[in-house]
């Protein structure tokens, strides 16, 4: 169960999550390059500097809308279609390939610490005063959903360099990683952190019919080959 006490607010992870990665390292933590850390659109949302990070979903779906967002046209491009044939719609597509180096995932956690939940508004506060330098330098006045769902990766990898280090009372490791919410939709993710032991539970190739995906991608308007 969540706690209620006040400050940063903590959840379990489920019992079984979901992942959709190249074939060959499904399970690898990523690790941004030396060279992105100081770039704020570079890497992933909470990406940690000398750490790793695996990213899943409590849903297969929420795995499907992180890696096809990809593939959806862009409004520059949607608008340059529209100068030159008002009549035609543009719609982007899922190439077989992408699909045969890639697997559908079920995962679970071993043993894992509780996961520090940024959607909750506890949280929200407790970060402004943890990462309140990091954020100042940045111009930002608080943590909101704002800041964490926002596109800034400096704000959102403070968060997740405080989260990485924190400890308790007894100087233990207190997370196992992060819960938050994809910008792309209704979709609860989780960035699990390098040290948190990670089993395989099942796997799977991505079919063109695979329900999750065939889902996702006709709510973009997205052809799947």
């Not at 959840?11 to 060959?24: C, I, K, S, T, W």
């Not at 989780?190 to 948190?196: H, S």
């Amino acid at each position: 169960m969540p706690s209620t006490d006040l400050g940063p607010f903590e959840v379990e992870a489920p019992d079984v999550l979901y992942r959709v990665a190249r074939a060959d390292q499904p399970l690898r933590f990523s690790q941004i390059a030396p060279a992105d850390v100081p770039l704020p659109k570079a890497g992933n949302r909470f990406d940690v500097p000398g750490g790793g990070v695996l990213y899943c979903a409590t849903e297969a779906a929420g795995c499907y809308a992180e890696v096809l967002a990809r593939f959806r046209p862009s409004a520059a491009v949607r608008a340059a279609v529209q100068d030159e044939d008002p009549g035609f719609m543009i719609s982007g597509g899922v190439p077989a390939d992408w699909r045969d180096r890639r697997l559908e995932v079920q995962l679970g956690l071993v043993d894992a610490l509780p996961f520090l939940d940024v959607e909750h508004e506890a949280t929200h506060e407790h970060l402004t005063t943890a990462v309140a330098r990091e954020i100042a330098a940045l111009s930002i006045p608080m943590i909101d959903v704002g800041v964490i769902r926002g596109p800034n990766r400096l704000a959102t990898r403070a968060v997740a360099a405080w989260a990485y280090a924190a400890q308790d009372d007894e100087g233990n490791l207190r997370y196992s990683g992060i819960r938050y919410m994809s910008r792309l939709g209704d979709h609860e993710c989780w960035a699990v952190f390098e040290g948190t032991e990670v089993r395989e539970v099942a796997r799977a190739p991505i079919s063109r019919t695979n329900t999750a995906m065939q889902r996702v991608a006709a709510s973009w308007g997205l052809n799947v080959f």
